[in-house]
C-alpha cells in the first residue's frame, strides 16, 4: 500500500477538485496520528464524505461507498456472468472511461469518451452486445474517437479493427492532396 511519502508528491488537494465521484469542498481536521488531514467531499450521489487525504490522493477513496456498493449489486445481479467475457469487456470499458487512475485512461476518459448512460448497467451492454466471439474485444465502430454506445460497438479482431483504421486513412488522403484542395475552394 502507498504511504505518505508516494502520495506527498501528489498535488495537494484544493476545493472544487475531483477524485472519481467526490469533489472537494473543505478541510474539516487535522488526523496527527497519520499526519493527513481530513477534508469533506460532496460524492456525486448526493452524499457528503469525510475522508483522509492520503487516502483520496493515492486513489483509494473515489466514492461514499456508493460506488463499492453499485458495482457489488451489479455481481450479484448479473446471473452468473461474471468473470466471463462480456463482463470483463463490460468493465475495463468503464474503468478506461472513468477511473483516472488507470494508465490508459488519457486515452479514453481522459479524451473525453464515456460510456453511455444504458451501458451502466451491464444487463443492457449484453443485451445490445450479446455474446462476445472468441478472438474479438470490444471496438468503437464506425467511429473510433465516438462514445460507447449501442450505435457505435461491435467484436471485433483485431485484424478488422486494423482494416477500419486504414480505411480511414484511405478516405481522409485525397482531401490532403494539392489538386482537390484547388477543386473544393
Ligand atoms: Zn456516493
Known amino acids: 500500500m502507498a504511504g505518505i511519502s508516494s502520495t506527498s508528491k501528489l498535488p495537494p488537494i484544493a476545493p472544487g477538485q475531483r477524485y472519481g465521484r467526490l469533489v472537494a469542498i473543505d478541510s474539516i481536521e487535522y488526523d496527527a496520528r497519520s499526519r493527513m488531514a481530513r477534508w469533506r467531499f460532496q460524492c456525486d450521489c448526493g452524499r457528503e464524505h469525510f475522508a483522509l487525504t492520503g487516502n483520496v490522493r493515492a486513489g483509494r477513496t473515489q466514492s461514499c461507498g456508493c460506488l463499492q456498493n453499485e458495482l ?14 462480456e463482463y470483463i469487456s463490460w468493465a475495463s470499458m468503464i474503468q478506461r472511461c472513468e477511473n483516472q487512475h488507470k494508465k490508459n485512461y488519457p486515452n479514453y476518459g481522459g479524451r473525453g469518451i464515456a460510456v453511455c448512460a444504458r451501458w451502466r448497467a451491464f444487463e443492457h451492454f449484453l443485451a445490445d452486445m450479446g455474446p462476445r466471439p472468441s478472438g474479438t474485444t470490444l471496438d468503437r465502430y464506425p467511429n473510433k474517437d465516438g462514445n460507447y454506445e449501442p450505435d457505435n460497438c461491435r467484436w471485433a479482431t483485431a485484424k478488422e479493427q486494423a482494416n477500419n ?9 485525397p482531401e490532403l492532396t494539392p489538386h482537390s484542395r484547388v477543386k473544393s475552394t
Not at 457489488?72 to 467475457?85: D, F, I, K, L, N
Open 72 to 85: 457489488s449489486a451489479q455481481r450479484e445481479t448479473t446471473h452468473g456472468m461474471y468473470g466471463t467475457p
Open 165 to 173: 483504421r486504414r480505411t480511414r486513412r484511405w478516405r481522409r488522403r
